[in-house]
Structures are given as C-alpha cells and as structure tokens.
C-alpha cells in the first residue's frame, strides 16, 4: 500500500523546491564549507547506523544530491533507493552517481516523504537528513518512514539542533544569524543568501516546536523502538536512530 498521508502537495513541499532549486550546483562543496566539515562526519555516524544492520534494500529520504546515498552504497552491499522532492537536487544526484560508478547500485526517483511511492515494509533500512524541518506535520512523516520499513529494520535520522550550552548557542546564533548569510552570499549567491537567511530561525523554531523528547515520543509513536540519540558538535547536530517494533 503506499502511503496513506497527505495526497496533495502542501505549501511546504512548494517552499522547499524553491528553496533548494538554485543550490544543487554548489551544494555539496558549499554544505562541507558552511558546516566546517562537520556534515561528513554527522552523515557517517548516521551511515554507520544502518551499515552495521547489513541491508539488502535501503531507502535515502531527502537524498537532495545523493551525498548519504553514495555513502551508503560505499559502506553496504545493498541496493540504494533516493528519493527527493527536488527535480533539480535529483539532477545533480544523478550526475554524482554515474561520477561514482554506483548508477547500478543507486537509484533517484522523485516523491515526497509525506507519501511515499512503496509499498510498506519495502526497505530493510531508512535513511533521513535534514528532512522534518520541512513538512508540516513530522510525526506523520515519521509514521510514514516507518511504514515502509520491515518490522525490525533501522530508521535512522540527521538533522541541525541548537547547542544547548548558553556560551555555545550564542556562537551559534551569531554564526547562523549574520556569519552564515553573508558568507552564503559571498561563496554562493543569492539562493545561498536566501538559504542563510533561512536555515537559523527555522532551525530555532524546530527546536522549539519538536524539543528532543517530544521527538523522541513520536519515534515511539510510530513504531521504533530501541531509540537512540547522539549529540553531536557541540549539539549542533543530532543523528537518531531506532528499529521497527517487530
Ligand atoms: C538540506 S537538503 C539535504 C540533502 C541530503 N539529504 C544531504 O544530506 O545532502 C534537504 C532536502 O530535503 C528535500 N525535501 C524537502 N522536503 C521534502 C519532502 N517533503 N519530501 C522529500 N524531500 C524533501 C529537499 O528537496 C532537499 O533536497
């Protein structure tokens, strides 16, 4: 059955391929710059979550330009699925692929998380990063991963947090607040100003709404079990993991 969530595009879906449409060219090296390195090493503690599972099908939500995609299919035997709601992140994750020689192991298709095109229990293990900070209701989003996960298999997720130490967050602050979207302007243009300018606030205010044990109740929820919470960089970054309640 595929998923049973929003049907229709939302508003969200809109900002989001608009948002990411004009960074694919400049995505992969700019997201290692602005981060300071620190992305790689998050996606591998995440990669590391389900590598350590030996998959035979894993699903990347949010693959963008396929960067986790590729990881995965260097640290797995199995078969790579991305999907992505961006035509024009896709694009440059297919170009990415083929550069790899992985374009036999990895496949892109373009769908939303909300409702995803498979049919449930497809995949052995699921990736995510950088995805519930976009859709309007994350548990449902949640539920829905799971829902296409075989009882059992991992879900396991990566996205920014605010570092809850005072002296850390307000270098943080600083740093998203006036350092990100000059320095996206200056190294990337105007859809990396636009991002910038974007990415603390909606950091900020994820934070607020879904606090980590809120989002830890809604893994359990829909159906993980075994969750486990690693805080990385400061608590600038965050990687959750958990099985499907067999
Ligand atoms: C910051 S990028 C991360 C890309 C990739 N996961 C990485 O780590 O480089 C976020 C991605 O989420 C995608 N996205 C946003 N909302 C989505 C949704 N509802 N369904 C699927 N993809 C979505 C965007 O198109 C974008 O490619």
């Known amino acids: 059955m595929e998923g049973a969530g929003a049907s229709v595009p939302t508003e969200e879906n809109a900002f989001a391929a608009r948002l990411f449409s004009g960074l694919p060219d400049r995505y992969d090296l700019l997201a290692e710059v602005l981060s300071f390195g620190q992305n790689r090493r998050w996606r591998l503690r995440l990669v590391a979550q389900i590598s350590a599972a030996a998959p035979k099908r894993v699903l990347d939500v949010a693959t963008g330009t396929a960067g986790v995609a590729i990881e ?3 640290r797995t035997d199995a078969e790579i699925t991305g999907v992505d709601l961006s035509a024009a992140m896709l694009e440059r994750g297919r170009d990415r692929v083929g550069a790899a020689g992985l374009a036999d192991r990895i496949r892109l298709e373009q ?3 909300e409702q995803l095109p498979y049919e449930d229990r497809a995949f052995d293990a699921v990736a995510f990063t950088y995805l519930l900070r976009y859709v309007p209701d994350p548990a449902a989003t949640l539920a829905e991963l799971a829902r296409v996960l075989r009882p059992g298999g991992v879900l396991a997720g990566l996205d920014f947090a605010v ?3 005072p002296f ?3 270098a943080w602050w600083t ?8 320095a996206g302007a200056l190294l990337g243009g105007r859809a990396w100003y636009d991002v910038g300018r974007f990415l603390g606030p909606n950091i900020s205010r994820h934070e607020r709404d879904w606090p980590v ?3 830890r109740e809604a893994w359990g929820a829909a159906g ?3 969750v486990e919470i690693s805080s990385m960089s400061l608590g600038g970054g965050r990687v959750i993991w ?3 309640r067999a």
């Open 111 to 113: 769908g939303r998380a």
């Open 224 to 226: 993980l079990v075994e």
């Open 168 to 170: 850390w967050r307000a």
């Open 163 to 165: 570092p809850p130490q």
């Open 213 to 215: 044990g809120r989002l």
């Open 242 to 244: 958990g099985r499907r």
């Open 72 to 74: 995965l299919a260097r």
């Open 175 to 182: 740093y998203t607040r006036l350092v990100l979207p000059l």
